[in-house]
């Protein structure tokens, strides 16, 4: 069945540091692919998006490419904050009422000042 | 984006004893409800999916007679734990959805602690 890979954690770096969260799928069609993240104490929220292959899904400074060709998603920000400090889950779904969402096991990235 | 009320937040519960989640989707009809339970530091994984009006469908090793879910109307779903033990300690969250929607909105979850 589909599944979602991602790097383990924790992830620590220092503020303004470059930042990569690996994300692999293996998938039977062509899902889209999100990021999630959580901060401490909250529910999840949707970070960014893509439903095609080669689309880029951006937000607050984090990107993402749909890679089909090496089947990966992973996540990317140039500087990050201390308020970036989160758990953040790469996921898949098909969409719809009756496809779920497949999660990844989650990324914890702690900055530190 | 979708408003999703998810409550209890948090609950703690002696063991052997039932706990009911309520999920409400606030803005849209949500003809599925998905139930996740995330244990600490692991992924959210898939309990069970529930159509309005109908039985729902529970994951491989997911106890149907344990974890009772009711999607009796298009705004409400609701979770019951029942004779809840230590193991059963998780966060739940679910997700409304419907035909056509491909992205998730989520509730705050519920923290279940059982003592």
């Known amino acids: 069945g589909d599944s979602v890979t991602q790097m383990e954690g924790p992830v620590t770096l220092s503020e303004e540091a470059f930042l990569t969260i690996n994300c692999t799928y293996t998938?039977?069609?062509?899902?889209?692919l999100f990021w999630y993240v959580q901060y401490p104490g909250e529910g999840l929220q949707l970070l960014l998006k893509a439903t095609k292959a080669d689309d880029k899904g951006s937000n607050k400074g984090f990107e993402a490419t749909y890679r089909k060709e090496t089947t990966s998603f992973h996540l990317e920000k140039g500087s990050v904050q201390v308020s970036d400090s989160a758990v953040y889950f790469c996921?898949?779904?098909?969409?719809?009422?009756?496809?779920?969402?497949?999660f990844g096991t989650g990324t914890l990235l702690a900055v530190q000042p | 984006g979708a408003v999703v009320s998810q409550h209890p937040s948090w609950v703690i519960c002696k063991s052997g004893t039932s706990v009911k989640i309520e999920c409400r989707s606030l803005?849209?009809?949500?003809?599925?409800m998905f139930w996740y339970r995330q244990f600490p530091k692991q992924s959210l994984m898939l309990m069970a999916t529930?159509?309005?009006?109908?039985?729902?469908?529970?994951e491989q090793g997911v106890e149907k007679d344990k974890f009772l879910i009711n999607h009796a109307s298009l705004t409400l779903s609701t979770l019951t734990v029942t004779s809840a033990h230590p193991e059963d300690s998780s966060f739940y969250i679910c997700i409304p959805s419907k035909t056509g929607r491909t992205e998730a909105f989520f509730g705050q979850g519920t923290r279940l602690t059982v003592v």
């Open positions: 998938a039977t069609g062509y899902p889209s």
């Open positions: 529930s159509n309005e009006g109908s039985k729902a469908t529970y």
């Open positions: 803005d849209f009809q949500a003809t599925t």
């Open positions: 996921a898949s779904s098909y969409g719809g009422a009756t496809n779920k969402l497949i």
